[in-house]
């Protein structure tokens, strides 16, 4: 493998000494926004707003990935949550470039999972020969594509930054207008469901990470995943070999490998891996600090339970 594992070493990070996974433990929890949106729902499906205690967790919205992001990052929360990958349309690239160039001080704790369904949404008494115009976020519209073709074809169809915004805009106009939203955003803002799961795959979902500013408990009784940013010194072949061979040589097996530009130059990119395991596992951290010795930068974005914890809802 060409280098001595303890050659180099990765950063320290401080890990959370709560008693509970960092989620739970958070006072605070900011969700991009608005009210409404598919991370609100994956939110509120993960974690109770009421605390065992007595107390109550605030769940603070905010207008951008960017925002949501910094807010825990600058400690306004102390925790974000935000989508970062959906299985028809890839990775969510705003999460990804964030945490990969732009802020440097937060971990992935905990991801979870949720089925994206979506309803096509209308102010109470419009019916679907009357609608005019379907407001949606373009990942909503390209996930319904099928089921507007076949029902509302030629229907003009507007942007809008997120599937809530979507529904707000036609909970306030007087117009005959249609939104693609989920339940939640529905109930927020007034509107009835028109025709319910009009998504065109069934099988749907988005991962969502929580953000924090220490790393989680790597002590939990669940499968661990850890997810990493490795830089290349320049595009030539045997790059990614040379990355790859380190966790192949030791048997680590890779759920995810996603090349990313640079944002130096054209045809310079970054790749993003994701492994079975956790980082303080031996292997991997051989493998890591190997790779230290041979890369110009490697960034652990996280090391944290995988999946959906059905725990979080009863803490």
């Known amino acids: 493998m060409g280098c001595d594992p303890m050659g180099s070493t990765l950063p320290s990070w401080s ?9 739970v433990a958070a006072n605070t929890i900011g969700f991009l926004g608005p009210q409404g949106t598919f991370t609100e729902v994956a939110l509120r499906d ?44 890839g990775s969510v690239s705003a999460t990804v470039d964030i945490l990969t160039h732009e802020i440097d001080n937060l971990q992935i704790v905990r991801e979870v999972r949720i089925p994206v369904r979506h309803q096509l949404l209308v102010r109470p008494g419009i019916t679907l020969d009357q609608v005019k115009k379907v407001v949606s976020h373009p990942h909503a519209n390209a996930q319904c594509r099928i089921w507007m073709r076949a029902n509302l074809p030629g229907v003009e169809v507007e942007a809008a930054n997120s599937t809530a915004n979507a529904v707000e805009r036609v909970a306030k106009t007087d117009q005959p207008w249609a939104a693609i939203g989920n339940r939640l955003a529905g109930e927020t803002y007034g509107c009835e469901i028109l025709a319910p799961d009009i998504e065109d795959h069934k099988d749907n979902e988005t991962r969502f990470v929580f953000l924090a500013r220490q790393r989680e408990r790597q002590d939990w009784f669940e499968p661990y995943k850890t997810s990493v940013v490795c830089e290349i010194v320049k595009d030539q072949p045997g790059a990614l070999l040379l990355i790859l061979q380190e966790f192949a040589f030791r048997r680590i097996n890779l759920t995810k490998i996603e090349s990313r530009p640079s944002k130096r130059r054209l045809g310079d990119y970054l790749f993003l891996v994701d492994m079975e395991g956790k980082v303080d596992d031996g292997p991997i951290a051989d493998a890591l600090r190997c790779l230290c010795c041979k890369l110009p930068r490697l960034t652990v974005l996280g090391s944290y339970p995988v999946g959906k914890p059905l725990a979080f809802t009863s803490r």
């Open 15 to 23: 890990i959370s000494a709560f008693s509970e996974p960092l989620p």
């Open 46 to 89: 993960t974690i109770a707003q009421q605390r065992p205690d007595g107390g109550t967790r605030r769940f603070i919205p905010f207008a951008s990935m960017q925002d949501t992001i910094e807010a825990v990052s600058s400690g306004e929360v102390d925790v974000s949550i935000v989508p970062i990958e959906n299985s028809i349309e």
